[in-house]
T-cell receptor
Framework: DAMVIQNPRYQVTQFGKPVTLSCSQT?????MYWYQQKSSQAPKLLFH???????NEADTPDNFQSRRPNTSFCFLDIRSPGLGDAAMYLC?????????????FGPGTRLTVL | GENVEQHPSTLSVQEGDSAVIKCTYS??????FPWYKQELGKRPQLIID?????GEKKDQRIAVTLNKTAKHFSLHITETQPEDSAVYFC???????????FGKGTRLSVIA
């Protein structure tokens, strides 16, 4: 009964080689989020979409981009991965933003940068 | 914006004892306070949440208390079991329509 699906679960890329992570959802939620989580740290919000409305966090590097072609899918593009971008990337969804809206997380994609 | 502080960062308890994790938040307009549990290598999962119109909520061995005046909320786990071992994150939203801000997490170890 997977509701938020992330592919691949593990991704290895080379320093500077563009990489795309994907997320899909079967919940028909309006909002999709991308978080970066490094070891022993809290998830850090990179950006989110409310429908097609893109919201970037102020401290998200320009190296990170996102696309949401339809309600079900959202992509994270890392244009030139650096060693510091190695992390777990979590996708999440919710019906709305802010208070009273539970966020459902996907299983994550663990990115390794060689 | 919202700032969420979580303590302690690590917590070890004997099986059967209680565990308490505390969080403070800065935005007095925040109205929703969830707690997530993340087991090693797995996704964060919501275990309990509380709205601002109540002071306490309980679900079996887990309870959350909220003090809006002091702007803090706590997670209480009673009769801890080894399977409670995980990292726990608190969170709070900014006022209005903005996403959750997470605390830095507490690594709970329940020793059998």
């Amino acid at each position: 009964d997977a509701m938020v699906i992330q592919n691949p679960r593990y991704q290895v890329t080379q320093f500077g080689k563009p990489v795309t992570l994907s997320c899909s959802q079967t919940l028909n939620h309006n909002v999709m989020y991308w978080y970066q989580q490094k070891s022993s740290q809290a998830p850090k919000l990179l950006f989110h979409y409310y429908d097609k409305d893109f919201n970037n966090e102020a401290d998200t590097p320009d190296n990170f981009q996102s696309r949401r072609p339809n309600t079900s899918f959202c992509f994270l593009d890392i244009r030139s991965p650096g060693l510091g971008d190695a992390a777990m990337y979590l996708c999440a969804t919710s019906t709305g933003t802010g208070g009273r809206n539970e966020q459902f997380f996907g299983p994550g994609t663990r990115l390794t940068v060689l | 914006g919202e700032n969420v502080e979580q303590h302690p960062s690590t917590l070890s308890v004997q099986e059967g004892d209680s565990a308490v994790i505390k969080c403070t938040y800065s935005d007095s307009a925040s109205n929703y306070f969830p707690w997530y549990k993340q087991e090693l290598g797995k996704r964060p999962q919501l275990i309990i949440d509380i709205r601002s119109n109540v002071g306490e909520k309980k679900d079996q061995r887990i309870a959350v208390t909220l003090n809006k005046t002091a702007k803090h909320f706590s997670l209480h786990i009673t009769e801890t079991q080894p399977e409670d071992s995980a990292v726990y994150f608190c969170a709070a939203p900014h006022s209005g329509n903005t996403p959750l801000v997470f605390g830095k997490g507490t690594r709970l170890s329940v020793i059998a």
